[in-house]
């Protein structure tokens, strides 16, 4: 059997009361848990409500005038998710999609645990949105039947009205003529009737994205925008490594030729994260980044200061060959029986490289200490778990913090660990005036949280007549949970250590294998060398180019077709059968967009010479939140230079109900260009100790010129809504080496695939 991962520690909401009343000259709504030993135990509702007096997670109001505002407690970064969060509430209440406004809140420990990543806002938010959705509707009705003279049962709630027959009052209405005080218990709410898929009128259909408007005109005010008055500017100089690293000697003098230059700090972090960090301070930015360039730092660095890429692959290949090494992860049936009794053995190794984030906004923060707090200004997916760091840097209490949260221009992972909030802090902490730390592309690409590069190994077993009998798999890397948030890791199925459910997501697949083991290993080269980060997709990300990869080299050695035999193991029984409401279906709904893709992509039509088709699947993020994905890749390759190009991607999708078409459909385009990108364009080095290429020039992602003609299906559904953010990243890098083996005959197991990696291939057949 697989570890189930529950997530017990996760963010999603809890079910808590939930109170409708009125407020002044608004009717405001809202989760929260009355303290009963407390003062506001005596109180009513509506005094309970306009005093904060409870501790909501999500809350909306509608006013006088019927404008509804609902405030987003996630991080936009590009995905719409306060329109797809708005809808979901819009349309259980009866809404009028243009009376809706959102509000992205700062963060307060009042809204619950604040991290946006993992596609998880919507599929952990609908549920609580839909119910607090309909027991706004339900009030309403109760509140407008009264008025109009009726019972409830004989009214709805429909474009922000409450109608009966031929009559209707608008919710701004009722609000203005009623008094309202109600409250309903989380058992209350579970029975609340949340509307079928075929009465919503919002989610599923066409409709504006409620940020796009300021994006456009420039209102939009991300982190980099802030500007306060008296602030001075900063740009840090990021040590040889990250861990170890101490300042020796500073020499500044010939920065001081620099107008506006006012000095350097040593910053000394009492959270540790920061180790041998100087900042440099200027009276502008233009200033901090000419001075930081002539600022000399001398180190003594830290102990990986000489390691390399190879380094770290090469003790990945030491631990996936060791069975001794690492935890179980799935174990099933008899491997070493399979591979002893087997008529044929295969065995693999696959590698990637390192990978940054490359987000289009460096990282940066601003920090003022103003009235007794330290005021944080930043865009960040996390601030619930960089507020203790924060802290324990400056010496100061939690709620003497407030961070104060804008746009994000870009995320992917990066911002999930807001460290580089702590040098702009520390600064500020170090001069006494507000500071913009803003970090130059080099600066952010050397501090950035990479993915890990990644060894995997495998074995599969194979009878006479070609079926596949046993499958063994060993992956390892640099594990961001265990030095971000390690109280997320998870026990592992032999009880022998803990494991990082998101660098082991996707081993868990959903195919049907008679013996199967996994055994995931931490690459403690890695763990010691850099902080390794969540990446859109994460360990799916990486995992799915060994295992999509490996199972077309398994389908080759049997003489399959690579569709059919993937769709031979999708037959839903025993744990793959799924369960509701995320995973109902099971496999067979892979299987179903497996067969779909079939036709969508023209699967098996002749090509032309180098010209081949390769396919893959992915269920997204997690094994707890499937998304269902095949994808088909099309490419062509140059004998003469290596290079492939991909001609067209077809993928169909399953992720239940979209709450956002336009939104869904964003990020699916953007996600499977990224995989484009991590499969031809991308990949780093790391050399003494840092990656060695840290902007556009070196790094190289996917350019205009190279995007391929791109067929994106959903399949329609009435199922939970699943993520969306990351899973169309997946598949795409293992149905394009899949491709390139179609075409050529030349198998690649390391990503990024490079030309001199197809000639040297080519030249070997030859």
């Not at 609902?70 to 349309?91: C, F, P, S, W, Y």
């Not at 620099?258 to 200033?287: H, M, R, T």
């Not at 990082?500 to 083991?517: E, I, K, L, V």
């Not at 992602?701 to 953010?725: H, K, T």
Request: aromatic residues 8%; charged residues 20%; glycine residues 10%.
């Amino acid at each position: 059997m697989a570890i189930t991962q529950e997530h017990e520690q996760s963010p999603g909401m809890t079910r808590r009361s939930f109170m409708v009343g009125t407020v002044g000259a608004s009717l405001m709504m809202a989760f929260g848990v009355f303290p009963k030993t407390s003062k506001a135990a005596a109180t009513s509702t509506n005094e309970a409500l306009a005093a904060r007096q409870f501790a909501p997670t999500i809350w909306f109001e509608i006013d006088a005038q019927g404008r509804i505002l609902v405030n987003i407690a996630k991080a936009e970064m590009g995905q719409h998710v306060g329109t797809a969060l708005a809808r979901i509430v819009a349309d259980e209440l009866g809404a009028n999609w243009d009376d809706i406004h959102i509000k992205y809140v700062d963060f307060n420990p009042k809204w619950g645990f604040m991290i946006t990543g993992g596609s998880w806002s919507v599929f952990k938010s609908f549920t609580s949105l839909s119910q607090a959705g309909a027991a706004g509707r339900l009030t309403l009705i109760e509140a407008g039947a009264r008025l109009l003279g009726t019972q409830p049962d004989q009214c709805h709630a429909r474009d922000s009205k409450v109608i009966h027959g031929d009559q209707s009052l608008t919710f701004a209405e009722i609000i203005r003529r009623s008094k309202i005080s109600r409250t309903f218990s989380d058992k209350e709410l579970s029975a609340l009737p949340v509307k079928p898929f075929q009465q919503r009128h919002l989610i599923g259909k066409e409709s504006r994205a409620l940020d796009i408007p300021a994006k456009t005109n420039g209102t939009a005010q991300y982190g980099i925008d802030v500007d306060i008055p008296g602030m001075v500017y900063a740009r840090p100089i990021v040590p040889p490594t990250r861990y170890g690293s101490s300042v020796t000697t500073v020499d500044d003098s010939k920065a001081k030729t620099i107008p506006g230059y006012i000095g350097f700090k040593v910053l000394k972090d009492a959270s540790d994260i920061l180790q041998g960090w100087v900042a440099v301070v200027a009276e502008n930015y233009f200033g901090a980044i000419q001075a930081a360039e002539l600022v000399k730092v001398s180190y003594t660095p830290g102990p990986t200061a000489n390691i390399k890429e190879s380094d770290i692959q090469d003790e990945g290949e030491r631990l996936t060959k060791d069975r001794a090494a690492g935890v179980l992860f799935v174990d099933e049936g008899d491997v070493e029986r399979s591979l002893a009794n087997a008529a044929t053995t295969l065995e693999a190794r696959y590698r990637t490289s390192s990978v940054l984030h490359f987000h289009l906004e460096p990282v940066n923060a601003t920090a003022e200490f103003k009235d007794g707090k330290w005021h944080i200004h930043t865009g960040c997916q996390s601030p619930t778990i960089m507020l203790p760091h924060i802290a324990k840097a400056l010496g100061v209490k939690e709620e003497t913090i407030e961070i104060h949260q804008y746009y994000l221009g870009g995320g992917f992972g990066r911002r999930l660990y807001g460290d580089y909030i702590i040098p702009a802090a520390l600064t500020a902490q170090a001069v006494g005036k507000p500071v913009k730390m803003i970090f130059m592309r080099p600066d952010d690409s050397r501090f950035d949280c990479i993915r890990s590069p990644s060894v995997q190994q495998f074995h599969a077993s194979l009878d006479s007549t070609g079926r596949l009998t046993g499958f063994e798999h060993a992956a390892t890397a640099g594990w961001p949970t265990l030095s971000m948030m390690p109280g997320f890791l998870i026990e592992s199925l032999d009880k022998k250590g803990k494991i990082d459910p998101f660098s082991s997501s996707g081993a868990d697949h959903w195919y049907t294998m008679p013996n199967q083991r996994v055994r995931m290993v931490n690459n403690d080269l890695a763990q010691r060398s850099f902080l390794p980060g969540y990446l859109r997709a994460v360990g799916p990300g990486w995992i799915a180019w060994g295992l999509e990869s490996f199972l077309d080299e398994i389908a080759v050695a049997a003489h399959k077709d690579p569709l059919e035999f993937r769709l031979g193991m999708l037959d839903g029984k025993g744990k793959n059968a799924g369960k509701s409401p995320e995973s109902v279906g099971g496999a067979t709904r892979l299987a179903n967009v497996l067969r779909k893709l079939k036709t969508q992509s023209g699967w098996g039509k002749p090509l032309p010479a180098d010209e081949g088709m390769g396919v893959a699947t992915a269920f997204g993020q997690e094994r707890t939140m499937p998304t269902w994905i095949a994808c088909a890749a099309h490419v062509h390759v140059n004998r003469t230079t290596g290079k492939v190009t991909v001609k067209k991607l077809s993928i169909t999708l399953d992720c239940g109900t979209i709450v956002h078409p336009d939104g869904a459909m964003a990020q699916v385009e953007g996600s499977t260009l990224w995989g484009v990108s991590l499969a031809l364009h991308e990949g780093n080095r790391i050399e003494n100790g840092h990656v060695s290429m840290d902007n556009l020039h070196t790094y190289t992602p996917l350019r205009m010129a190279d995007v391929p003609e791109l067929d994106i299906q959903f399949v329609e559904s009435e199922e939970f809504p699943v993520g969306l953010g990351e899973p169309g990243v997946i598949a795409v890098a293992p149905a394009i080496g899949n491709a390139i083996y179609a075409a050529v005959g030349v198998r690649l197991r390391d990503l990024p695939i490079r030309p001199d990696a197809i000639l040297d291939g080519l030249k070997r057949k030859s």
